[in-house]
């Protein structure tokens, strides 16, 4: 016959296995993360989260963040700038043909407060969604703006939309397509700063050099005042020689601007969106959870 005392001996004996010390980690990791406090930028930190490669993470990323630092009470903007409209679905918005976003402010001078919807499932949370229509933008920019113009219409309407807001967004994120056309450079001339997801995978830092040499030049022609401020480790495998060899080869390049917390590859963050959420509303506390809402910590109280 099963005793109690035997079922309580071996519950004890399951404190030294490695799953009991994950569990009890990760119950650490979410108090620390409930206690945190994140510094309010005295002025709108517009990011934007580029990669020319496809799948390392960027939409995920732009949308856990976000929803990270609304969680811990930041007001912030996700404006979905791909025409896929990833980051609009996982937030839960609307963005079939009929619906207004990002194609009417850039081809049709909506203004930016025109199309801006709430997140469903959190306060604090905003988002302007990209329908297909998207698409055509660059073709119909090229057709109809001046050279001159066509590189900074996204800036334009994020800045008419600040000095007219009365409440004024803490962070925006702009969720780029993976290419480095029109779309990307309006990004990166709204933006102050560039965060690179990098997927710990073996061409990891593969076309990372021309990404670099596409910031240099907007810095010198569109927007002197754009930095690298941010790398973030995604889909991190630790069972893996090779993630650790990434990791330390990029940490190695950018000391300063990859950060600590490392995003781990986890089932939840890939099941999130078909459910219309960011993981930290689908799961409070799985590991992707408590990585994504520690990098935004870390991201707010790093600074500008
Ligand atoms: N940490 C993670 N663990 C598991 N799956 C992930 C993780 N991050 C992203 N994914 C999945 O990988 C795929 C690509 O991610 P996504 O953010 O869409 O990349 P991108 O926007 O760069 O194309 C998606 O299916 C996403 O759900
Ligand atoms: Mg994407």
Do not use: W
């Amino acid at each position: 016959m099963f005793h109690v005392e035997q079922f309580s001996n071996s519950i004890a004996g399951m404190d030294d296995t490695p799953l009991a010390r994950e569990l009890a980690n990760n119950t650490q990791r979410l108090s620390a993360i409930a206690a945190a406090t994140v510094k309010t930028p005295s002025k709108t930190r517009i990011f934007t989260i580029s990669n020319q490669k496809g799948g390392v993470g960027k939409t995920t990323t732009a949308v856990n963040l976000a929803a990270g630092l609304a969680q811990k009470g930041l007001k912030v903007l996700v404006i979905d700038l791909d025409p896929q409209g990833n980051a609009s679905t996982a937030l839960g918005i609307e963005h079939h043909g009929e619906v207004s976003g990002i194609y009417e402010v850039l081809t049709e001078s909506a203004p930016l407060s025109s199309v801006i919807r709430k997140s469903p499932s959190m306060e604090n949370l905003y988002c302007v969604p990209a329908t297909i229509d998207l698409a055509g933008a660059e073709m119909e920019m090229i057709a109809t703006l001046a050279e001159s113009d066509r590189n900074h219409v996204l800036r334009l309407a994020i800045e008419g939309f600040l000095q007219s807001a009365s409440v004024k967004p803490d962070y925006i994120f702009i969720d780029c397509p993976p290419s480095l056309g029109l779309l990307t450079i309006n990004a990166f001339t709204a933006a102050n700063e560039v965060l690179i997801p990098i997927q710990c995978e073996y061409y990891a830092l593969e076309g990372l050099s021309q990404l670099l040499r596409n910031i240099q030049l907007i810095q010198k022609h569109l927007n002197p005042n754009l930095q690298l401020s941010t790398i973030l480790l995604t889909m991190f495998d630790n069972r893996t020689k090779l993630a650790g060899q990434v990791a330390d080869d990029v940490r190695d390049h950018f000391p300063e601007q990859t950060l600590k917390t490392v995003i781990p590859r986890s089932v939840r963050v890939a099941e999130a969106p078909s459910f219309q959420q960011p993981v930290i509303t689908y799961d409070k506390t799985s590991p992707g959870t408590i990585a994504y809402l520690e990098a935004a910590i870390e991201l707010a109280n790093r600074g500008a």
